[in-house]
């Protein structure tokens, strides 16, 4: 008797967004899209445009050279665990015909709407097993001010920072530099709170750079991170899984540029990856400890870059950040470390599935109702 093969999976890739970094999700969903295995898989391209509109079809060409994408939605109902198309979506009435089944979203989005827990609480109503952090996970991730606070409750070490509100930047120029510099000393970073890629950071040496970062961070959002710079060192560590996380080998990007920028990432390509880092065993090992302690401290789940600053002149170790959906092309830090410690690119997206279905079944098992007793 011929053996049954088993079923394939169909793995939603949902990738693209509204955010400033729609271009590298792109670049990073076809790297994952072209590794998904096909004998164990049906890969189904989920696309979102610049305007937030979601798309089926030919996603990547719809999103790429302008051509007309099929629109297309997810329904917030666990009854329906599908990708639905919308036909004659310009009608008062609008038609849903069923694209395809999903047993897993796989999200490839990068930045606001995607990395920060919008589309996460969107799948948890779907009930749809995900990969990546849930709603808060991915939402403390993404929040810098947020997140500081939640590794100073923690006890985990960070660099000297300041929140300003846009609002209060417009309104009290000459206040909030007096008090930045009160608190800080030149260089500083100005950052918007809730976006990746570098995108908005400046590096600030004196008033005048200053001024011109927290204009420029306030152009992206209204709440604005300035941190204490230092002569540092860029450490990166890939963490993997859920309740039991463990850290990859330490790497370190040496920029050419003055810091690690948008630029130096996806632009120029001549910034210096160390893997491993070249610091002492006991360093890298105080480097995974924290980002270990760092990644179960904001309760993400699958995956996540820790980013750590190395003190040149102190050897002090800072946290600086975890990107939950961090670059995900086959030159990107995060696979390249787990390459590195003996996971191929395609087992690491085998295993992020894997844990995605592991995460969905035990939140399956948990009571949803609570019945009361009278006597």
Partial sequence: MQERKPKKLKIGVIFGGRSGEHEVSLESARSVMA???????????????????????????????????????????????ALLQLDQPEARTAVLSQVSQLDVVFPVLHGPYGEDGTVQ????????????????????????????????????????????????????????????????????????????????????????????????????????????????????????????????????????????????????????LFIPADIPPETAEAARDLAVRAYKAIDCAGLGRADMLLDRETGELYVNEINTIPGFTRISMYPKLWQASGLSYPELLDKLIELAIERHEEKENLRTSYEVISN
Avoid at 245 to 256: D, F, L, N, T, Y
């Fill in 35 to 81: 590794a998904l295995d096909r004998e164990k898989y049906v890969v189904v391209p989920i696309g979102i445009d610049k305007h937030g509109r979601w798309l089926s079809g030919d996603v990547m060409a719809a999103l790429t050279e302008g051509r007309n994408g099929q629109p297309a939605t997810l329904l917030p109902d666990p009854q329906s665990a």
């Fill in 121 to 272: 609480g969107l799948l948890e109503l779907a009930n749809l097993p995900y990969v990546g952090a849930g709603v808060v996970g991915s939402a403390v991730g993404m929040d810098k001010a947020i997140f500081k606070h939640v590794m100073t409750a923690n006890g985990l070490p960070i660099l000297p920072w300041q929140l300003v509100l846009s609002s209060d930047w417009r309104e009290r120029h000459a206040a909030i530099i007096a008090e930045i510099e009160a608190a800080l000393t030149y260089p500083v970073f100005t950052k918007p709170a809730n976006l990746g890629s570098s995108v908005g950071i400046s590096k600030c040496h004196n008033r005048m750079e200053l001024i011109a970062g927290l204009n420029e961070a306030a152009d992206y959002d209204r709440r604005i991170v300035v941190e204490q710079g230092i002569p540092a060192r860029e450490l990166e560590i890939a963490v993997l899984s859920n309740e039991n996380p463990v850290a990859s080998i330490v790497g370190e990007v040496r920029p050419k540029r003055e810091f690690y920028d948008y630029v130096a990432k996806y632009v120029s390509d001549d910034s210096d």
